[in-house]
């Protein structure tokens, strides 16, 4: 009966152990997720800001000029 005790108290420990462990990482990866949004939402704001700066340039060019009908010479 001791045996099955210290056994049960043993795996209890290790159990607690690997909880630990596994909320240790959650968190770590938690705080990782939290970094990259950051750096996404800068990455988001400075796509726009690049789109924006070329639709300007576009807006900046001059219009085609449509191509004149080539005259045939007979």
Request: negative net charge; without cysteine.
């Amino acid at each position: 009966m001791l045996d099955e005790l210290d056994s049960l108290t043993e795996k209890m420990t290790l159990l607690a152990a690997q909880l630990r462990a596994l909320r240790d990482e959650n968190q770590r990866l938690r705080t990782q997720v939290a970094g990259a949004n950051v750096e996404l939402d800068a990455l988001r704001t400075r796509v726009a800001g690049a789109m924006q700066r070329i639709d300007e340039l576009l807006g900046r060019l001059p219009a085609e000029q449509p191509e004149a009908a080539p005259t045939e010479k007979a």
